[in-house]
């Protein structure tokens, strides 16, 4: 089944062209039957006046016959034939058993029915003979009186042909055909015309609208006319102008909110430069305190740890909204670079790295190392051993995947796995860690412009980082 188009452009030519050749088939159709009744009646009328007249100036010698009168001759009936006879007709007068003929016609030919009633008067009947259309004129000459029961009328039949006005109708119902494919023509082009002239306006808006979802908010259309396109243009220029100021205020706000935590987290930085040296004396002397004050003293140290965490990841992330982070590209051996980044964390004895030496790729170092230091320390803490990292060059960049063999991360949590602040499961929520740890290494392999992409495994969960050829 071939589906219908549903393309308003489609639609209104289609509708202007049913329209057009419903209106063409009608009009043709009326106007063929109209003239085809006025061109019948034309030639009934004027073969009737011609075999009346041609009848009435014939005179018998005999007259009209009385009783005992002699009957009318084979001469008189072939010179009735003669004075109907004319160029392509054909003519048969019968009187008794006599017949006289002018044509191919024979008293066969002639209808029952027209025989019947020309006993009345002069009546016409339509017939096809051979494939060829006839009128046939039938008319009583004379009866006999009425005082001879048995007298019999003289009849005449004269076969006009039909053909000029068969090949009349036929002119006419082709230049009625090609005048309808004219008319479904021009329809076609107007329709066209129409359809480009009311669409305009809807492509108008279309494109105004993709600019509008493109973040061009200043985007407005000219407003012609008092119709319902320019209606509907007005109702869309108000539609952005409040689009643009709730854009507008809500991107303040959003300035004022990455501004306060960017200049928070600055600010928290001092008071934990004072907090970490001091966590750093009492890391020392905690050892020598009774079990209870170090066990207070280390779960101190913890949340200052944790805390400074906080303030570092969201600087982080403040420099990627303000979009200010930016790439300094230099060759990196990516086997060593991994190894550091392990050996720095105290995570060497922890983790398996295959990666070969000869490996070397232009990346930012020290945001690569924040990928890594990311995804491995992600899956030290919610996986289980082996972790293993596996680095490995393909023919459009690198390719970095960290694996765990833990209990995996839920399939509901895996798309919001990238997201901030986002901990899969109610047991994480006071877990170690901000919940930025993957926000900031996926910002950063976006920012080299590759992809990070999270999988399930059995058992654990694979991260598989691509960075483009730089």
């Known amino acids: 089944m071939i589906p219908l188009p549903t393309g308003l452009r489609a639609r209104l030519v289609i509708t202007f062209t049913l329209v057009a050749v419903t209106a063409s088939t009608l009009v043709a159709t009326i106007g063929f039957e109209l003239a085809k009744t006025a061109l019948v009646t034309r030639a009934e009328s004027t073969s009737l006046d011609l075999v009346t007249r041609e009848l009435s100036s014939i005179t018998f010698p005999v007259g009209k016959l009385r009783p005992g009168e002699a009957a009318p001759t084979t001469k008189d009936l072939d010179r009735v034939t003669a004075a ?11 009187y008794g058993n006599m017949v006289s003929a002018e044509g191919p016609m024979t008293m066969s030919d002639v209808p029952n029915e027209l025989y019947g ?16 259309l006839w009128l046939i004129v039938g008319a009583e000459v004379y009866r006999d009186t009425d005082s001879v029961p048995e007298a019999t009328g003289l009849r005449a039949f004269v076969f006009f042909p039909m053909h000029d006005d068969e090949s009349q109708l036929d002119t006419l119902r082709t230049t009625l055909v090609q005048g309808g494919a004219a008319i479904v023509l021009i329809a076609l082009v107007v329709a066209l015309l129409s359809a480009r002239q009311v669409l305009l306006p809807v492509r108008r808006l279309s494109a105004a609208a993709q600019a509008l979802g493109q973040g061009r908010l200043d985007t407005r259309l000219p407003v012609h006319g008092q119709d319902e396109l320019a209606e509907l243009t007005a109702r869309f220029n108000d539609a952005a102008a409040a689009l643009e100021l709730s854009v507008s205020e809500l991107r303040a706000l ?22 970490t040296a001091v966590a750093d004396m009492l890391s020392e002397e905690a050892n020598r305190l009774p079990e209870a004050p170090a066990e207070a003293v280390r779960l101190v140290l913890r949340e200052i740890e944790r805390l ?4 570092e990841h969201l600087i982080e992330i403040s420099r990627f909204d303000a979009g200010t982070a930016t790439l300094n ?5 990516v086997a060593d670079a991994i190894m550091d980044c392990l050996e720095v964390r105290g995570w060497s004895e922890q983790v398996e790295v295959k990666a070969s030496q000869g490996l070397t790729v232009n990346l930012d170092p020290r945001r690569f190392d924040v990928i890594v230091a990311n995804l491995v320390g992600n899956a030290l803490k919610h996986g289980e051993r082996p972790v293993v990292v596996s680095a490995r060059g393909t023919e459009n960049g690198l390719e970095v995947k960290v694996r765990d063999h833990g209990k995996g991360i839920p399939p509901e949590a895996l798309p919001h796995v990238f997201d901030r602040f986002f901990k899969a499961g109610a047991g994480r929520a006071r877990s170690q860690g901000s919940g930025l740890g993957l926000a900031i290494a996926r910002a950063n392999v976006h920012l080299h412009g590759g992809t990070i992409s999270v999988r399930p495994q059995n058992p654990g969960t694979l991260f598989t980082v691509w960075l483009p050829h730089s």
């Not at 009633?117 to 060829?132: E, G, N, P």
């Not at 400074?308 to 303030?311: A, C, D, K, Q």
């Open 329 to 333: 590209l230099e060759p990196v051996n």
């Open 254 to 275: 959003e300035a004022m909110s990455r501004r306060f935590v960017a200049d928070v987290s600055h600010e928290l930085r001092t008071p934990l430069t004072a907090m």
């Open 117 to 132: 009633r020309a006993k009345q008067s002069v009546v016409t009947q339509r017939k096809i003979i051979d494939d060829q």
């Open 308 to 311: 400074r965490e906080l303030v």
């Open 84 to 94: 109907l006879s004319g160029p392509g007709r054909s003519v048969l007068i019968e």
